[in-house]
């Protein structure tokens, strides 16, 4: 990739693989050493999940910021690193902390962020990159407002399908191919911090004295987070249903309004698929909950640990002071 070189924003869509204008986030990138990029990126400001966020400073939101950074890894992974555009991107972990000035830096949501990104523990095969840790630090108008740790694997189109097959005994089924699971008992979204109930991605809330278990309940048609047909739910809607666990447990227990919370950041470890067509469940471990703690939620299924994430929130006006 040419140093200070933009891309068109169709060139950028087909690199970030989203090929809606309104779902394309970043708006370019350019080398600066070996593993060393700047990007830039324009955050929505009515975008109808990310900014779901009632009384929350949504524009500020982590799991927003993690969007237009993982957008970011896509484009210099293809444009940059000679990753095939047909690869796929496997998520092992990450770690995402939103800054106290990211609130007010992006409060009216019109304003640009740049990325200061870097890759390190690069790992090749056969002269193609194998797996890699991206590193991005983010500003906004002169203010560092957070960080972003993500770390992936590439596989190529046979080895994806080995490692799908090898996990379930046969090839997953698509997105596409399946029925919309039926809507029962899902969370209210007032209860989970949402405003929108199609945004809502937990039912079952269960547990004494606070809610502590859940079940992942998305929609396979969701235009956000099935942007296009996949056989898995990804590491994001793990996170986000996780958030929505932990703000439910919080308004439950604390008798507040789960509108009133901020996430201010997350960590995640993702050690296996999440299938479509088996159930997947949540628990958050028993610590009491107040502004600043990070409650660890169990992800589950077929009796099997598939991801820990951290979830680190606090009461908005908190937020801004500590985050």
């Known amino acids: 990739m040419t140093a200070g070189k933009v891309l068109a924003a169709a060139d950028i ?3 970030v693989h989203r090929s809606a204008e309104t779902e394309i ?3 370019g990138a350019e080398q600066t050493g070996e593993y060393e990029f700047v990007g830039t990126a324009r955050l929505p ?6 900014n779901d966020l009632p009384d929350a400073p949504s524009h500020a939101d982590p799991l927003l910021l993690l969007e237009a950074c993982r957008q970011a890894g896509s484009y210099l992974a293809h444009a940059a690193l000679g990753v095939p555009l047909d690869a ?13 000035t990211a609130w007010d830096v992006l409060a009216d949501g019109d304003a640009e962020l740049t990325l200061r990104i870097g890759a390190d523990d690069v790992v090749h095969r056969a002269d193609a990159v194998r797996s890699l840790r991206w590193r991005m630090a983010l500003s906004a108008r002169g203010e560092e407002i957070g960080e972003v740790v993500i770390g992936v694997v590439y596989a190529g189109p046979e080895e994806y399908r080995a490692l799908r097959t090898l996990q379930r005994g046969a090839p997953p ?6 029925p919309d699971p039926p809507a029962e008992s899902p969370a209210q979204a007032a209860a989970v911090g949402r405003g929108r109930a199609e945004n809502v991605l937990i039912a079952d809330l269960a547990g004494e004295p606070a809610w502590d278990r859940a079940r992942l309940a998305v929609s ?10 996949n056989d898995h739910f990804t590491a994001l809607t793990l996170t986000d249903a996780a958030r929505q666990l932990c703000f439910a447990r919080h308004a439950q227990a604390t008798r507040a309004a789960a509108a009133g919370l901020a996430l201010t950041g997350f960590t995640g470890t993702f050690t296996r698929f999440a299938e479509l067509d088996a159930p997947v469940l949540l628990r958050a471990e028993p610590t009491a909950p107040g502004p600043d703690r990070t409650v660890p939620v169990e992800v589950r299924q077929h009796d099997q640990t598939i991801a820990r994430i951290g979830i680190t929130y606090a009461p908005v ?5 500590t985050a």
């Open 220 to 229: 396979l048609r969701h235009p956000t987070l099935f942007v296009h047909a």
């Open 13 to 15: 869509g087909t690199l």
């Open 25 to 27: 986030f970043l708006a």
């Open 88 to 100: 796929a991107f496997l998520v092992t972990d990450w770690d995402v902390r939103a800054h106290a």
């Open 317 to 321: 006006e908190a937020a801004r002071r």
């Open 173 to 178: 089924p698509r997105s596409s191919d399946l």
């Open 45 to 50: 400001s009515r975008h109808p999940y990310y």
